[in-house]
T-cell receptor, first 113, second 110 residues
């Protein structure tokens, strides 16, 4: 089966600019997650979708981050405006059930200068 | 909310030696526990998982982990390290949403 696809792989922007990341999960997977992984740390959950509904966005900085999952398939994560501390790898993952293992994409490495 | 603590941010072993990576969890319900491995510039890959049943679970690449409820632990072991095991390892716990530990970087010396 095809894995979780993410794009772009790398992105460099200046602070206060906007950026968007795209994720295509494994076909049929109902749950989709966005994680932020700062260098040297474990992934931090930003938002969890079940189909096209948000299950948990308690750790999403909503003043600058937004995410959507239209039609319950692809998802986009946006940052506007970006700050230096947003420099991280943004990982998308999908799963096929409650508490099921997650399948991760290779991530988007964001550098904010 | 559930949480994971990984003891030791960096573990170094010699090739052929025992690998032991420590993980303790906190969960309000019977936990679903996982170990993932991350190689440079890649996403995380599942090594093994514990849901219910047998407390000793075997995963890929010769790794195994034992769920000990009394100790709230889920330590990862491998009898004999290989150079290709060098990577970052993450323990995770799920109560519907998956939360990760800070990770342990494993170095394998020749």
């Amino acid at each position: 089966e095809a894995g979780v696809a993410q794009s772009p792989r790398y992105k460099i922007i200046e602070k206060r600019q906007s950026v968007a990341f795209w994720c295509n999960p494994i076909s049929g997977h109902a749950t989709l997650y966005w994680y932020q992984q700062i260098l040297g740390q474990g992934p931090k959950l930003l938002i969890q979708f079940q189909n096209n509904g948000v299950v948990d966005d308690s750790q999403l900085p909503k003043d600058r981050f937004s995410a959507e999952r239209l039609k319950g398939v692809d998802s986009t994560l946006k940052i506007q405006p970006a700050k230096l501390e947003d420099s991280a790898v943004y990982l998308c993952a999908s799963g096929d059930g409650h508490n099921s293992p997650l399948h991760f994409g290779n991530g988007t490495r964001l550098t904010v200068t | 909310a559930q949480s994971v603590t990984q003891l030791g941010s960096h573990v170094s072993v010699s090739e052929g030696a025992l690998v032991l990576l420590r993980c303790n969890y906190s969960s309000s319900v019977p936990p679903y526990l996982f170990w993932y491995v991350q190689y440079p510039n890649q996403g995380l890959q599942l090594l093994l998982k514990y849901t219910t049943g047998a407390t000793l679970v075997k995963g890929i690449n010769g790794f195994e982990a034992e769920f000990k409820k009394s100790e709230t632990s889920f330590h990862l072991t491998k009898p004999s390290a290989h150079m290709s095991d060098a990577a970052e390892y993450f323990c995770a716990v799920s109560e519907g949403d998956m939360r990760f530990g800070a990770g342990t970087r494993l170095t394998v010396k020749p």
